[in-house]
């Protein structure tokens, strides 16, 4: 069996062949040109980012017999013996089977001898933290002062559980996670020295579920060979690692700009059916959103780890999105994550999860929101309260006017009452600035005389609320504001509870008396159950124009009744 694997293969056999290490080589490569080589050293860092390889490389640099500058020269007889398994002056021990602290003792007792033909002996303790607190401590005296030509090289995945007193003693260096760039490179330049033909999706996918580790991405690479042979395609790789498509994500992005509620049911049926995990989905849906807010953050696509067609599609969201909606979608998204882990049924969640994030409002401003109503046209605002205009005019005037407000949605009362208020100034003003012509025997005593013509005109326009004005009375006229006195509570109540019954009664009122009024309501005092209770209410506070309406239903607020 001829086969060996692209790890071993491909296995850097120089410094600087190691791939994403930079900081560490180019450190030992230094120590070595200025004859600065200590006596131990320790390599912490997640698995399969070539610890192991380094080590060896230094091992082998520590014996050869014609280093170039830093770098072994992998000719001589002592770098040869090596390469090929033949060296006894580099001892190599797996630290999770020979743990104990007899083996530890024998290893003390080795290193008195001197090296047979190289300059150093070299002992690489590989997962040394699985040695046992005894061998810690057996080993400790000889660490700190070995013989002149012993060097220690220790390897970790979990530098955390080795002892303070053992990571004193040793020069660290720690590895870090290979970029997904690094990966896809060297996967390129095996791929071309093989003859395998692969396009730059598919080595994407593979870089991304390596997840930084070379090794790993070296056995996928391996397994898709064996799978598709000497043509790598992306859907193939995807079938065979059972990869999640990166298309779905873009479906639940655009559902939320779009509000189709349906794709969040489509997308969790594909899930489930093509058997993806779905905490894998929810990981991909998270960082999806991050790529999503760094185009939004940059105005590019340059920290995104993904293929150059998606790198397009993350583009066009840039003026989709805001900062604040995105670190919503995320905060949302994690906490789904955590919640999946102990979800009896995981399918029911994501659907109903991903409901709710299409199903999110944007948010504006509360800068942004104020700013719209300063712009706003009090014309047309006017307009609908004086009720100059028709029904068919007001439900167009309507629509222009609500989305003003629309976007922004903080759940704060005091700000609802803060808008409401400013809403209502601007009303009043706009109100008394008008300057409609009457007969001038309008007066208090005028409109008393032909209440019962003015009911009778109501009743024709609109029955329910002239069933609420029997028994009423005008009591007092000053300037447009018209005091009048109804029945009971309820009449009050269900008269003021509606724009269109205060509408009515202004058009009545003007074509009656040549004069639009500002209602003030108040309950007769004989009639009221709290006679504290008895103070006007203006027409104004009560009157549910679009723009109150708006406000109470997006922002939260409630009408405060100051009575």
């Excluded at 699985?130 to 060097?151: D, R, W, Y």
């Excluded at 930084?212 to 790789?237: C, N, P, T, Y």
Aim: hydrophobic residues 35%; contains cysteine; negative net charge.
């Amino acid at each position: 069996m001829n086969f060996q694997v692209t790890a071993r293969k491909w296995r850097p056999q120089t410094f600087a062949e190691v791939v994403g290490q930079e900081h560490i080589t180019t450190t030992l490569i230094n120590a070595f040109q200025n004859d600065r080589v200590a006596h131990a050293y320790i390599f912490a860092g997640p698995r399969g980012v070539g610890k192991t390889t380094t080590a060896r490389i230094l091992a082998k640099t520590l014996n050869c017999l014609s280093p170039v500058n830093g770098e072994p020269c992998n000719k001589c007889d002592m770098c040869k013996s090596f390469l090929a398994s033949q060296s006894l002056d580099i001892i190599e021990i797996d630290g999770a089977s020979n743990r104990r602290i007899e083996e530890i003792r024998t290893l003390r007792e080795s290193v008195k001898y001197a090296p047979t033909k190289g300059n150093y002996k070299v002992y690489i303790i590989d997962e040394v933290h699985m040695l046992t607190t005894e061998s810690f401590n057996a080993l400790l005296k000889t660490l700190e002062e070995p013989p002149e030509h012993t060097v220690f090289i220790f390897a970790t995945t979990d530098i955390h559980k080795v002892p303070p007193t053992i990571i004193s003693r040793c020069q660290r260096f720690d590895f870090r996670r290979i970029e997904l760039p690094a990966i896809k490179a060297l996967l390129k330049k095996i791929a071309d020295a093989e003859k395998i033909e692969i396009d730059d999706q598919s080595l994407t996918l593979i870089a991304k579920k390596a997840d930084g580790a070379l090794r790993d991405a070296q056995s996928l690479f391996d397994q898709v060979i064996s799978f598709s042979g000497s043509k790598i395609e992306a859907d193939e790789l995807s079938t065979m690692l059972n990869l999640i498509d990166e298309e779905v994500y873009f479906k639940i992005s655009d559902a939320m700009l779009s509000k189709n509620f349906a794709a969040a049911f489509e997308v969790t049926k594909e899930v489930y059916e093509k058997g993806w995990n779905f905490l894998d989905f929810t990981n991909g849906m998270i960082e999806h959103f991050r790529n999503i807010l760094t185009v939004v953050i940059k105005g590019n696509a340059d920290l995104v780890d993904s293929v150059d067609v998606y790198k397009k599609q993350y583009i066009k969201y840039a003026g989709s999105f805001s900062e604040g909606d995105l670190l919503r979608v995320l905060d949302f998204l994690n906490k789904v994550q955590y919640e999946l882990k102990s979800s009896p049924n995981e399918r029911l969640k994501i659907e109903i999860s991903l409901a709710h994030l299409i199903g999110l409002e944007k948010s504006g401003t509360i800068s942004q929101l104020l700013s719209n109503l300063e712009n706003l046209d009090t014309t047309k605002l006017d307009d609908l309260l004086t009720g100059s205009k028709s029904n068919a005019n007001y439900s167009a005037e309507k629509k222009k006017i609500e989305p003003i407000v629309k976007p922004a949605k903080p759940k704060n009362d005091q700000l609802g009452r803060d808008l409401t208020s400013k809403l209502e100034n601007r009303t009043e003003e706009k109100v008394i600035e008008e300057n409609i012509k009457t007969p001038d025997n309008v007066d208090i005593n005028y409109i008393k005389n032909n209440w019962n013509e003015f009911m009778e005109s109501v009743n024709k326009e609109k029955f329910s609320v002239a069933s609420h004005l029997h028994n009423s009375k005008p009591i007092d006229l000053n300037d447009r504001n018209l005091a009048v006195e109804l029945n009971t509570k309820e009449d009050l109540e269900i008269i003021s509870d509606s724009f269109k019954n205060i509408e009515c009664l202004q058009e009545v009122a003007k074509s009656l008396f040549g004069k639009s009024f500002i209602f003030k309501f108040s309950v007769s005092e004989a009639n009221s159950s709290e006679s504290s209770k008895s103070n006007l209410k203006t027409s104004k506070k009560n009157i549910d124009s679009p723009i109150a309406a708006a406000i109470k239903k997006e922002l939260g607020g409630k009408e405060i009744n100051s009575h």
